[in-house]
C-alpha cells in the first residue's frame, strides 16, 4: 500500500474542476436532507450520530465551496459563499459551540435553497 507520506506525492498539485466542487455540495445536502427527514428538532438533538454526520457534511460543503474560483462566486454572488465558509470555520475551530438549535434551523431553512442555487449553476455548466 502506497503511503501518503511517499515523496513522490509532495509538490504535486491535482487540480479539480469546480463542478465537481459543487457535485460534493449537492451530494452533502442530500446526505444530511436523508438523515434528517423523518426526525423532528428533539429526535436530532437526543442522537449524537445523527449530528455528527450532519456536521461532517456541513464541513464538507464549507470545505467545497472555499475551492471554489472567484469567478463562480461572483457570477454568482446570491449564494451566501462568505456565510457558508465561515460556518465551516466554526464547525472546524470551535465545534464546542456548535449551537444544535442552529444547526437544525440550517437544516430545515437552508439547504434546500442552497440546493436549489447549486443546481442552477451546475445547470449553467
Do not use: C
Request: net charge neutral; charged share 35%; hydrophobic share 40%.
Amino acid at each position: 500500500m502506497k503511503s501518503l507520506r511517499n515523496p513522490s506525492w509532495r509538490g504535486r498539485k491535482l487540480k479539480r474542476r469546480s463542478d465537481l466542487f459543487l457535485k460534493d455540495i449537492v451530494d452533502a445536502i442530500q446526505k444530511i436532507k436523508e438523515y434528517t427527514n423523518d426526525i423532528n428538532l428533539e429526535h436530532f438533538k437526543k442522537s449524537p450520530m445523527i449530528i455528527d454526520a450532519a456536521v461532517r457534511n456541513l464541513e464538507i460543503i464549507g470545505e467545497a465551496v472555499s475551492q471554489i474560483p472567484e469567478d463562480v462566486k461572483q457570477k454568482y454572488s446570491g449564494v451566501p459563499w462568505q456565510e457558508i465558509k465561515d460556518f465551516r470555520n466554526v464547525v472546524i475551530h470551535k465545534y464546542y459551540r456548535v449551537d444544535i438549535d442552529i444547526l437544525w434551523d440550517i437544516i430545515q431553512h437552508k439547504l434546500d435553497g442552497l440546493n436549489d442555487q447549486i443546481e442552477e449553476i451546475l445547470g449553467d455548466s
